[in-house]
């Protein structure tokens, strides 16, 4: 019963470089979701998606990339780091449009 | 069109109460409570839909005041557990858009 999955955990990049964050769920979720935690900011909502083929900007697109291929998977890609992308990533799946939201264990990213 | 959450932080010993507040300056579907222990992902206490209903979880309860775009989150004769950071979670949309937008948190410490 794995939930949502995120991988990798932890990550260090340099300035410019790319990365993928995976994200699965195995809970036949529709709804999919991208957060980003930084102190005293709480979680602000990056990209979502209401089902495979469709995705929508959150509060704080910039910087990033998504595409749902799957109900299962949604990645989340950053095309060119930048240190304003350090942070907890956050992804989370739920059944309905408005019904609870389950998180994966985060991803730690470091941007030098 | 995030929620705020008041207070910051609250200090308690174990056994007394607290209130941690919810506000928004649009009209809401729904509002999620959830906590997050340091360290670890957030997890789901309760969900209130418009209607102002209030919903009960063990010693922790909320309400919904649909007029107001407030909810409350009720920590009652508090345990050392109740520690963490709560959220509170938005959606303007309905059953079927779930663009969820989260409070900054409010920092909840028991002491013995």
């Known amino acids: 019963n794995a939930g949502v999955t995120q991988t990798p955990k932890f990550q260090v990049l340099k300035t410019g470089q790319s990365m993928t964050l995976q994200c699965a769920q195995d809970m036949n979720h529709e709804y999919m979701s991208w957060y980003r935690q930084d102190p005293g900011m709480g979680l602000r909502l990056i990209h979502y998606s209401v089902g495979a083929g469709i995705t929508d900007q959150g509060e704080v697109p910039n910087g990033y990339n998504v595409s749902r291929s799957t109900t299962e998977d949604f990645p989340l890609r950053l095309l060119s780091a930048a240190p304003s992308q350090t942070s907890v990533y956050f992804c989370?799946?739920?059944?309905?449009?408005?019904?609870?939201?389950?998180f994966g264990e985060g991803s730690r990213l470091t941007v030098l | 069109q995030q929620p705020v959450q008041s207070p910051q932080a609250v200090i308690l010993r174990e056994g007394e109460d607290a209130v941690i507040n919810c506000s928004s300056s649009k009209a809401l579907y729904s509002v999620h409570w959830y906590r997050q222990k340091h360290g670890e992902a957030p997890v789901f206490l309760m969900i209130?839909?418009?209607?102002?209903e209030q919903k009960g979880h063990e010693k922790i309860s909320a309400s919904f005041n649909e007029k107001k775009q407030q909810s409350s989150l009720y920590l009652t004769a508090s345990q050392l557990s109740y520690s963490g950071t709560y959220f509170c979670?938005?959606?303007?949309?309905?059953?079927?858009?779930?663009?969820?937008?989260f409070g900054a948190g409010t920092r909840l410490t028991v002491k013995p």
């Open positions: 989370a799946s739920s059944y309905g449009g408005a019904g609870e939201l389950f």
């Open positions: 209130l839909l418009k209607g102002g």
């Open positions: 979670g938005t959606a303007l949309g309905d059953y079927n858009n779930n663009d969820m937008r």
